[in-house]
């Protein structure tokens, strides 16, 4: 039986800068370190500012990690970085950081796609997942249905053609000022509201199983700004309870018709949006009605890790180069 690869993995394609060590399929560490507070003021994310972050943090955080991992430089077999997609100053700091140790060290590069690194982060919790089985990519930039019929193999079935679901959370929270990131905010405040008080839409894309939340986030600003002339009320519980279920909603029916249509075994999923609890417990009652299996990330593994990078690195998935663009988005239906 071959040696487990020990890989050291970087991640800062946005605003988290992630240093970690895998060996095999098991996370040995995994360090994540948000910059939520340098951002939140601005409501968003501020690319100049995630850059300089990523410089700050990326040296100590990469000590820290093979202190704690107990592992000398030289033991480590491969080091895998994100090279896309994502922003560019952001992801030119890890990426070039994590090249030029790998090259002090002589040891292999894996510069690694961001979504491969989703849709293989639920090795990590069961490392005996095997395609063929279908995926809900859930983040601040995409939403994909992505039937993956063998490691490194993709179809895909359906995505936004405007906002991802992330950015439907996101912006309606930086309008309402309900917090920043806006996903958590929104199921923090909406936990005990009643997800049937407001009457959203669940926009279709006309045949296809592609999505829009561009009309469901401008559907919930006329409403709100519809309600500011009335006598009505509505409280926010119930207005971020609806909301959430709105977008969990969208996403489920897609989901479901693609998954009717492929008839796979297995479902997967993540990305930011999958650590939403109201969206996998429906992802669980899917998979329980249908009789399939569902294999999803941990809440921490859904959204941004390096942890991730490394698993997409152990199964040899590695992007060509940094300027070509096999991107997920970008496959062939
Ligand atoms: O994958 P991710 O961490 O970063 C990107 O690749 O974009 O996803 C970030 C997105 C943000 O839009 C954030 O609001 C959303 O994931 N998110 C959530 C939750 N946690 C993070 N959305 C809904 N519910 C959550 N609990
Ligand atoms: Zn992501």
């Given at each position: 039986?071959?040696?487990?690869?020990?890989?050291?993995?970087?991640?800062?394609?946005c605003?988290e800068?992630?240093?970690?060590?895998?060996?095999?399929?098991?996370?040995?560490?995994?360090?994540?370190?948000?910059?939520?507070?340098?951002?939140?003021?601005?409501?968003?994310?501020?690319?100049?500012?995630?850059?300089?972050?990523?410089?700050?943090?990326?040296?100590?955080?990469?000590?820290e990690?093979l202190?704690?991992?107990?592992?000398?430089p030289?033991?480590?077999?491969?080091?895998?970085?994100?090279?896309?997609?994502g922003?560019?100053?952001?992801?030119?700091?890890?990426?070039?950081?994590?090249?030029?140790?790998?090259?002090?060290?002589?040891?292999?590069?894996?510069?690694?796609?961001?979504m491969v690194?989703?849709?293989?982060?639920?090795?990590?919790?069961?490392?005996?997942l095997?395609?063929?089985?279908?995926?809900?990519?859930?983040?601040?930039?995409?939403?994909?249905?992505?039937?993956?019929?063998?490691w490194?193999?993709?179809?895909?079935?359906?995505?936004?053609?405007?906002?991802?679901?992330?950015?439907?959370?996101?912006?309606l929270?930086?309008?309402?000022?309900?917090?920043?990131?806006?996903?958590?905010?929104?199921?923090?405040?909406?936990?005990?509201?009643?997800?049937d008080?407001?009457?959203?839409?669940?926009?279709?894309?006309?045949?296809?199983?592609?999505?829009?939340?561009?009309?469901?986030?401008?559907?919930?600003?006329?409403?709100?700004?519809?309600?500011?002339?009335?006598?009505?009320?509505?409280?926010?519980?119930?207005?971020?309870?609806?909301?959430?279920?709105?977008?969990?909603?969208?996403?489920?029916?897609n989901?479901?018709?693609?998954?009717?249509?492929?008839?796979?075994?297995?479902?997967?999923?993540?990305?930011?949006?999958?650590?939403?609890t109201?969206?996998?417990?429906?992802?669980?009652?899917?998979?329980?009605?249908?009789?399939?299996?569902?294999?999803?990330?941990?809440?921490?593994?859904?959204?941004?890790?390096a942890?991730?990078?490394?698993?997409?690195?152990?199964?040899e998935?590695?992007?060509?180069?940094?300027?070509?663009?096999?991107?997920?988005s970008?496959?062939?239906?």
């Amino acid at each position: 039986m071959s040696k487990e690869k020990i890989i050291l993995g970087f991640e800062t394609s946005c605003d988290e800068t992630s240093v970690s060590l895998v060996k095999g399929s098991e996370v040995l560490v995994n360090l994540i370190s948000s910059q939520v507070e340098e951002h939140k003021e601005f409501g968003g994310v501020v690319p100049e500012i995630a850059s300089r972050a990523h410089v700050e943090k990326i040296r100590n955080l990469l000590h820290e990690c093979l202190l704690q991992g107990k592992i000398q430089p030289e033991s480590v077999d491969i080091i895998a970085a994100t090279d896309g997609p994502g922003l560019a100053g952001s992801l030119i700091v890890g990426y070039n950081f994590a090249k030029s140790f790998a090259w002090s060290l002589n040891k292999p590069f894996y510069p690694i796609d961001h979504m491969v690194g989703h849709l293989v982060a639920p090795t990590l919790i069961n490392k005996d997942l095997q395609p063929p089985f279908l995926s809900l990519l859930v983040s601040g930039g995409h939403t994909q249905i992505v039937l993956v019929e063998k490691w490194g193999r993709y179809k895909l079935f359906g995505q936004t053609i405007d906002d991802a679901a992330g950015e439907a959370f996101d912006k309606l929270s930086r309008y309402c000022g309900f917090g920043f990131p806006g996903g958590p905010a929104i199921q923090m405040i909406g936990e005990n509201g009643n997800p049937d008080s407001v009457d959203l839409p669940r926009p279709t894309v006309k045949s296809s199983h592609d999505f829009s939340f561009s009309g469901l986030k401008t559907a919930a600003i006329y409403f709100l700004k519809e309600l500011d002339g009335s006598t009505n009320k509505i409280s926010k519980e119930d207005f971020a309870a609806s909301y959430q279920e709105a977008i969990v909603d969208t996403l489920m029916r897609n989901f479901t018709k693609v998954l009717k249509e492929t008839g796979v075994p297995i479902i997967s999923g993540g990305g930011g949006v999958m650590a939403n609890t109201r969206l996998r417990e429906k992802m669980e009652a899917l998979a329980e009605k249908s009789q399939i299996e569902c294999h999803l990330p941990s809440v921490q593994l859904s959204t941004d890790n390096a942890a991730m990078i490394c698993a997409a690195a152990n199964k040899e998935l590695i992007s060509t180069d940094i300027s070509r663009d096999i991107r997920l988005s970008s496959i062939i239906k």
